[in-house]
């Protein structure tokens, strides 16, 4: 039997009635007992700026946040697109988690990609970016299923209920993720 392994969902919008939120705590709800899933807080990070790390004047929560990534044993990242890319507030927790160069706490951890849209590409765009930066960070970024959710707005109902088609297409998420995740820790 597996331990309990801890994984940080990090969302890419701070919109409080975000649909990337919404599907972060889909997957909580869906998560499987051996898995405590968790939204990690990205917001509150200044902009990066290497200043910091180079005369080791660093913000407290850039120490507080890359300790909480550094505990994780996986990380999945749901993301809307803006502008056919990834919002600055989550390429923001990439670039903190990553620096000092040498020391970054994201590398040799499995993850995944979740992005969604208003509009018929579901993310696509953003999730692509995001790929290239999660590669550049060395993250095991899992390849299939690939989650492009379109028409994101859609699939809720008026009470913030995802609808059965979305939740049966993110169980299937859940159970590849598991499966890719058991590879790095075996």
Same mark, same amino acid.
């Given at each position: 039997?597996?331990?309990?392994?801890?994984?940080?969902?990090?969302?890419?919008?701070?919109?409080?009635?975000?649909?990337?939120?919404?599907?972060?705590?889909?997957?909580?709800?869906?998560?499987?007992?051996?898995?405590?899933?968790?939204?990690?807080?990205?917001?509150?990070?200044?902009?990066?700026?290497?200043?910091?790390?180079?005369?080791?004047?660093?913000?407290?929560?850039?120490?507080?946040?890359?300790?909480?990534? @550094? !505990?994780?044993? =996986?990380? *999945?990242?749901?993301? #809307?697109?803006?502008?056919? /890319?990834?919002? %600055?507030?989550?390429?923001?927790?990439?670039?903190?988690?990553?620096?000092?160069?040498?020391?970054?706490?994201?590398? @040799? !951890?499995?993850? =995944?990609? *979740?992005?969604?849209? #208003?509009?018929?590409?579901? /993310?696509?765009? %953003?999730?692509?970016?995001?790929?290239?930066?999660?590669?550049?960070?060395?993250?095991?970024?899992?390849?299939?299923?690939?989650?492009?959710?379109?028409? *994101?707005?859609?699939?809720?109902?008026?009470?913030?209920?995802?609808?059965?088609?979305?939740?049966?297409?993110?169980?299937?998420?859940?159970?590849?993720?598991?499966?890719?995740?058991?590879?790095?820790?075996?």
């Amino acid at each position: 039997m597996m331990d309990k392994k801890h994984i940080g969902i990090f969302v890419g919008s701070l919109r409080k009635e975000a649909f990337s939120k919404k599907i972060a705590e889909q997957l909580i709800a869906l998560s499987p007992e051996n898995l405590t899933l968790e939204i990690i807080p990205i917001g509150q990070l200044a902009l990066y700026n290497q200043d910091f790390d180079d005369h080791d004047e660093a913000p407290e929560n850039y120490k507080e946040f890359r300790e909480s990534v @550094k !505990k994780l044993d =996986a990380c *999945i990242f749901v993301t #809307p697109e803006y502008n056919r /890319g990834v919002p %600055a507030v989550l390429k923001n927790a990439i670039d903190v988690a990553s620096r000092p160069g040498g020391k970054g706490v994201w590398g @040799k !951890k499995p993850g =995944a990609v *979740i992005s969604s849209s #208003p509009g018929m590409l579901g /993310g696509f765009g %953003a999730n692509h970016h995001l790929r290239q930066s999660l590669t550049s960070v060395n993250i095991y970024t899992m390849q299939q299923p690939e989650i492009y959710l379109s028409q *994101i707005g859609k699939a809720f109902d008026e009470n913030g209920k995802l609808d059965e088609r979305t939740t049966e297409y993110l169980k299937k998420f859940m159970t590849a993720f598991v499966d890719w995740c058991t590879i790095f820790w075996k």
